[in-house]
């Protein structure tokens, strides 16, 4: 954990070195998962089995899970958890059923017909990460939005460590109406789903989050198939007064750092007590964790606490850091909140802990890290729709628009582009 304070002379370049901690989060393992790719598009099954022995320590005789299997393990889940899981499902759903974009179409002065339609994918691959913790949140924030989205084709992949699954996870399944599931992990599961194999058809888009593999591997596949953003490691930053419990914040700090090692926790406090007593309190709260080994790690060597002079100067270093999840724990959080350009989500307010939005505030928790938050946003409905636009002119439109357009291509040196609208203005 770094200590930073803006008024110290060596502050710029301490910050620098925080954020391009991020980058390095993922850019690490690109060379392993390259290799996985390029193994897994040419030896297809061969290889994701290869793959889930060595990393999964499981060897299993089909990937494919079948509809007996997934039964059998989802009546294993305990009722409250399945309550729960209907509870967030049926929140994450209406938040989500209100994203659904209208069409366009109108008729324009010159009488063409012009508009603008949304479709929805065909088939997509959904991630479920399983590697540490188990997450059937996330097949529910994967799943809710292709649904509602009309994807017909959901693929899940999901890595079964040890040939073992957390029973939650094919409830969550069961409860966002998703069949078609495979028990592989990281980079293989990317590939899988990108290239295809012997068991698995292809799919058009890979969505959702996982870790330092799972994010690389999605972007090496870009453009193979879509993607939704990198939703790497976890990432938390916390803006808070002096006002707050420093034990609560500490409990957040630490919410994110137990995902993963390479997660980040920061602290943004304009109180340099406030910012020691937090410090104390991780401390106090670590050894209560049965993830503290990972939360350990994540803190010590990602974490960071910055003080600054007042809480308006953690806005620009903030957009700069782009991070995952945002907490404004102050009085007035919508004063700050209306100055953030980039972030996924915010959590407003002393009584919104982040975990809220992890399991069922409604918003989506697959969201953009590694500061993808500078140009992506979290997974929603619109990441399962594809736009296509029209044009219609009859005669009249186009002899009214028409000429325009032979001007245009004869600047640009193309005749036939310039013939296929004249020819039409003659007849
Ligand atoms: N950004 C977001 O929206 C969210 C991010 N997350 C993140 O998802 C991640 C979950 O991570 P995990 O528990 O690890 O599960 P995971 O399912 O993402 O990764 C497990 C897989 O990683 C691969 N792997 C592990 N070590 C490897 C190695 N040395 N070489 C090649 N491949 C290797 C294996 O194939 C294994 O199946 C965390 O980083 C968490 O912070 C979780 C939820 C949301
Ligand atoms: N906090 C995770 C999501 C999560 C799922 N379960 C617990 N947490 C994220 O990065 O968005
Ligand atoms: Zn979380």
Redesign the pocket.
């Known amino acids: 954990m770094q200590l930073l304070k803006t008024t110290d002379t060596d502050f710029s370049t301490a910050f620098q070195a925080l954020v391009n901690n991020r980058r390095e989060a993922t850019v690490d393992?690109s060379g392993?998962?390259r290799g996985?790719l390029a193994d897994v598009k040419v030896r297809g099954d061969a290889a994701v089995k290869e793959?889930?022995t060595r990393?999964?320590h499981f060897s299993p005789e089909s990937l494919h899970l079948s509809a007996d299997f997934i039964a059998a393990q989802a009546a294993k889940c305990p009722a409250d958890v399945k309550a729960a899981l209907e509870l967030a499902a049926e929140r994450i759903g209406s938040f989500h059923q209100k994203q659904l974009p209208q069409d366009i179409g109108y008729t324009d002065a010159t009488g063409v017909k012009l508009g603008l339609n949304w479709v929805s994918l065909s088939q997509v691959g959904i991630?479920?990460?399983?590697?540490?913790?188990s997450?059937p949140s996330?097949v529910l924030m994967n799943a809710l939005p292709a649904k509602i989205a009309g994807v017909e084709r959901i693929v899940m992949t999901?890595?079964m460590?040890h040939g073992e699954i957390n029973p939650a996870v094919l409830a969550a399944a069961q409860v966002a109406g998703v069949t078609e599931i495979y028990s592989i992990?990281?980079?293989?599961?990317v590939a899988a789903l990108a290239y295809g194999t012997e068991t698995l058809n292809p799919v058009d888009k890979v969505v959702g989050?996982?870790?330092?593999?799972?994010a690389e591997a999605k972007r090496q596949v870009f453009g193979t198939v879509g993607i939704d953003s990198i939703?790497?490691?976890?990432e938390i930053l916390v803006v808070a007064d002096d006002q707050n419990n420093p034990e609560w914040i500490a409990w957040d700090l630490l919410s994110?750092a137990e995902?993963?090692p390479?997660?980040q926790s920061i602290l943004i406090t304009d109180s340099e007590v406030f910012a020691q007593q937090v410090i104390t309190a991780v401390e106090l709260v670590l050894p209560k964790l049965s993830t503290q080994a990972v939360a350990s790690a994540s803190w010590q060597n990602h974490g960071a606490v910055i003080v600054v002079s007042d809480l308006a100067e953690s806005i620009p270093l903030l957009n700069q850091l782009a991070p995952?999840h945002v907490e404004l724990c102050v009085d007035n959080p919508q004063l700050l909140a209306s100055q953030i350009k980039c972030a996924?989500s915010l959590f407003l307010g002393r009584y919104t802990p982040e975990a809220i939005g992890?399991y069922l505030g409604g918003p989506n928790?697959?969201?953009?890290?590694s500061r993808s938050a500078r140009f992506a946003s979290?997974l929603s409905v619109y990441d399962f729709l594809k736009r296509i636009t029209y044009l219609e002119c009859n005669q009249a439109a186009l002899q009214e628009i028409g000429k325009a357009a032979v001007t245009l291509a004869e600047a640009e040196g193309l005749p036939a582009h310039a013939g296929s609208v004249a020819v039409r203005l003659q007849s």
């Open positions: 393992v392993t998962v996985i793959y889930t990393f999964d991630y479920v990460p399983g590697g540490r913790a997450y996330s999901v890595p460590p992990g990281g980079a293989q599961a989050p996982g870790n330092a593999y799972v939703a790497g490691p976890s994110q995902h993963d390479s997660a995952e996924g992890d928790h697959v969201l953009p890290t979290g």
